[in-house]
């Protein structure tokens, strides 16, 4: 099994630290590619109870191409790669995608001098700055997600300009071909943002929550867009509406509930898309949960769900030791925590 067996010592020739723990953070971005979960940017908050602090432009991915232990204290194998990060800047809210043969890194905001924005590939352990020929989007995208199709075009839908007070939000279709480095732009039915978008297998991205202006998405009400013929469908859902939310995460059926409304019931539900009725189910765990998250990332590796980081409501563990969490998936009518030490 790749998460129960103890991993023995940790040395690959082409890594730059064997014994490196990320700083605690939130608002990051990950990605998944060659058995690694690659993570940058996020805010590395001043106190444990605060969302003040400083942006982050540290680089570094999680292993598990190689196994390692999951029990309290274990240590994960972390590798930092900074010293190639330089040509970034500082940022968090950003759009991190698997475009194929290099991740796409689309800036969300900085507290340092950049044009918001920008948009950086990563491939043979070196990050560039990848020079559009047309003009960017005019809003940056702070909190929204972003998907890459096999032909290396990238989406990104919503956002907004402004992340504290009355925000301006974008409501349009941003698509970046990388190949001939072309933005072209198209309108979307409403703008959103703190929204989670996944690519189907027959070519849909569905959105699920979020919000619009300062009001929470209705979750039994979803926005899917047609990569094939660039449309958009509004989908109703059916069976067990989870509560509204937003700044949480999804992969492809596995949805992690959010710390907007503490007292909800639903902390992990799955949208079942294989059939034309969309539906909502609560997940049965048999294990306890670990504490709800927000501004985390959740990444689907095999039939395991990998969830780092992030806040429990206001509070941020003083060690990242025990900040990934990681569920079996394997027996969809018992689900099961297998790394949960945050209690």
Not at 25 to 45: C, E, K, L, M, N
Not at 228 to 255: C, I, M, Q
Request: net charge negative.
């Amino acid at each position: 099994m790749l998460f129960l067996c103890l991993i023995v010592i940790y040395l690959y020739l082409d890594e730059f630290t064997l014994a490196f723990t990320p700083k605690i953070v939130w608002g990051h971005s990950a990605v998944f590619a060659d058995s690694r979960i690659y993570i940058t940017g996020g805010i590395i908050p001043i106190s444990q109870d605060s969302f003040k602090g400083e942006h982050s432009k540290e680089f570094y991915y999680l292993n598990i191409g190689k196994p390692f232990g999951v029990e309290a204290g274990d240590k994960l194998p972390w590798v930092d790669l900074s010293p190639v990060s330089q040509i970034l800047p500082t940022h968090a809210w950003s759009a991190f995608s698997n475009c194929g043969d290099s991740l796409i890194l689309y800036i969300g905001e900085s507290n340092g001098s950049v044009e918001y924005g920008d948009v950086y590939t990563y491939n043979l352990q070196q990050w560039n700055n990848l020079m559009t020929i047309n003009s960017p989007p005019s809003y940056y995208h702070s909190r929204s997600q972003t998907v890459c199709d096999k032909t290396g075009k990238m989406y990104r839908f919503g956002g907004n300009f402004q992340p504290i007070g009355n925000p301006v939000i974008n409501n349009k279709m941003n698509i970046l071909d990388i190949h001939t480095r072309v933005w072209r732009s198209s309108g979307a039915p409403v703008g959103m943002y703190d929204h989670t978008g996944t690519l189907l297998p027959n070519g849909y991205i569905v959105y699920i929550g979020g919000r619009f202006n300062e009001l929470l998405v209705n979750m039994s009400k979803l926005l899917l867009y047609n990569i094939n013929d660039n449309t958009w469908t509004p989908k109703e859902t059916f069976g067990d509406t989870p509560t509204s939310r937003a700044y949480h995460s999804a992969v492809l059926n596995v949805y992690k509930r959010q710390g907007i409304d503490d007292t909800a019931a639903d902390d992990l539900v799955i949208l079942d898309t294989s059939q034309a009725n969309f539906t909502w189910s609560i997940a049965n765990v048999s294990t306890k949960s670990p504490l709800s998250r927000t501004y985390h990332t959740a990444t689907l590796v095999g039939h395991y769900m990998i969830v780092i980081f992030g806040k429990n409501n206001e509070f941020i563990s003083p060690t990242t030791q025990n900040e990934v969490f990681i569920l079996d998936t394997s027996d969809k009518s018992n689900y099961k925590w297998i790394r949960k030490d945050d209690y």
